[in-house]
């Protein structure tokens, strides 16, 4: 049971972040990565905060992913200098910011999966004194980004090499949950399309946390992106990757009202928690409540249910919730607290809200 | 048809709003609040932009409505003196800020459902030169907040009178959709009850826009609060209660894929449009292509469907698309756009991300 006053020091809603568990999670990833001989390269998307992008470079991960200009340039302003930028840049003001970034990192590679996007990094990178490298985006079976075959990575592949300032560095997706056996298949033939051209593939990048654990019995994959493990959440312990006492961030909340029998009512909404379901039921679960649903948010009010023969809370009390998907909560609040024993932490979430 | 490229010195993702719809907006509603003898008081939840809440008050609104603290304090900031505050406020520091606050504008009131926030302002306006006015709210089918029954709103009136420091102003509610006829007469019992024992109640507040147009048809309500109707949304829409050109806010989102037919992924994901659905099917609609679907969102990405037989985008084409639940984009972003003719403004959204 977890009663209140918890953390008196802090005003709810807001989110609590364990080092320790935030420690662990990166350790024990790291450490299967280097037993499986994978390049880890984590998705900052997840914490938006240089100081665990840096715990994680430290731990030995390759560099980060980004998926904006904007968090790759918070991460670079901390002197974070291997970077992935997992997306279609276009545009000239886009463009133009790629190209500074790309020109104070040592290490700056993005992706691509289309002509014009390909045509324009050219363009931007045509008086570069080296190379911006390419991975081709390949769609093998996520539905979204992606070149749709082999046949199509080898063609774009080749386009990439007979153009100025750009130059092909090898194959990434973003699999289905499950799609292993499909990335590698992919990533076979189209390694095996580029070796008989004379392309070399060198990086082969796969990524997601739901199949964390089996990132090794996918061939063909030099490297694993990977975000949601450093905090884990209510979805990942629906897929049974993770437990309760991995989930290192909590929204602390405080019920603000108890109306009827079986309703509490707390402070945190989706302006918090988020709307994000993820195939789940209820937005959230409560830390040591298993008897109580949060079945509905509205912005700023949590609605949990509970059998009305039940009183598991007071008005004033202070619950835990770990939220269905923990990307999004990092994402709306300005600030987390990050705990250690006894001392508390407030730390700025640098690469909020970061759309451009 | 919508065809790019539009807003050429904007990036994408981002959120356009139209002036003169927002005038619109604001001059009709206000003069449908003036024709009926209804307080109109806005909800600044939408629009979180003090310029925004200051023409709803020289259009006429009696004051405007927070749900936080810190949304409070912003507009107090910006000369903003008649603010309700619908929430339940709990805690020495949120009450010290309250107080705070009350003592710097010309009008504060409150809400409260239960006797531990009742007591908790009695002891922070204890010392107070004029009590802080209290709004008893009332659960009048909505399911969240409120007291229970008529009985129980005289009881907790008649605890607030006991009190120092605080007074009982009148009732509040946010009710259910086409609920006008339980707010009606849960307010009538309510002021009869209040009535019988000498209990004046002259502020009886009611809300929400999906009835914004019913608003004169409910008996007992003296003010309507209404938050969405300043941009309106496409659930809105889909209720009927305003046109797609009554639509002020649009998501600005560019074509960065095509990547199979019938499909297009663009660079706004939930980030920006978030995955609130309001009952809908898909995220958002595409201004000018009833054709195609928004089905599904990651983080930075969404996913357009429609005929695999149709090719309405090109890559980097530009589309506008009218989110599901309007409040929650604007709470997404740092900075929106106003456009009025040719003339582009970028402006902070000053309130945004305050859930303290």
């Known amino acids: 049971m977890t ?27 790291q450490a299967y990565c280097d037993k499986h001989g994978i390049a880890l390269r984590p998705h900052i998307k997840t914490h938006k905060i240089p100081a665990f992008a840096q715990q994680q470079l430290d731990a030995g991960a390759k560099g980060i992913t980004c998926q904006k200009i904007g968090e790759a340039e918070v991460m670079a302003d901390a002197g974070i200098d291997d970077i992935l930028l997992t997306y279609n840049v276009l545009g000239d003001r886009k463009l133009a910011r790629l190209r500074a970034l790309f020109d104070r990192v040592k290490t700056l590679r993005v992706v691509a999966d289309n002509l014009p996007v390909v045509k324009g990094l050219s363009r931007a990178f045509a008086d570069s004194a080296k190379p911006l490298e390419i991975l081709i985006e390949c769609d093998t079976g996520g539905g979204r980004c992606g070149v749709q075959s082999p046949q199509a990575a080898l063609e774009l592949a080749q386009k990439i090499q007979s153009l100025p300032g750009i130059t092909f560095a ?35 990048s796969s990524g997601g946390t739901p199949d964390m654990w089996k990132a090794h019995e996918v061939a063909n994959v030099t490297e694993h992106r990977i975000g949601t493990y450093v905090y884990n959440d209510r979805s990942l312990m629906a897929r049974g990757v993770c437990g309760e006492v991995d989930c290192a961030l909590r929204v602390l909340a405080e019920v603000v009202s108890l109306p009827a029998p079986g309703r509490a009512i707390i402070d945190a909404g989706s302006k918090v928690l988020t709307s994000d379901l993820l195939g789940l039921d209820g937005y959230g679960c409560v830390v040591g409540h298993p008897e109580v649903a ?16 039940l009183s598991p809370f007071e008005i004033g009390e202070r619950i835990e919730i770990i939220p269905n998907h923990v990307c999004v909560v990092s994402n709306m609040l300005d600030q987390v607290h990050l705990v ?16 451009l």
């Open 340 to 355: 250690r024993g006894n001392d508390i932490k407030t730390v700025d979430v640098a690469a909020r809200g970061k759309v």
């Open 3 to 29: 009663r209140s006053p918890q953390y008196p020091e802090l005003d709810t809603p807001c989110a609590v972040i364990n080092l320790d568990t935030v420690d662990r999670n990166i350790d024990a990833y």
């Open 170 to 204: 090898g194959l990434m997706t973003y699999p289905a949950a499950g799609g292993g056996d499909k990335v590698a298949t992919f990533f076979g033939d189209a390694m095996a399309a580029l070796d008989g051209v004379g392309i070399a593939c060198p990086i082969r």
């Open 294 to 309: 949060v079945v509905g948010l509205s912005e700023e009010h949590g609605i949990l249910h509970f059998d009305a023969a």
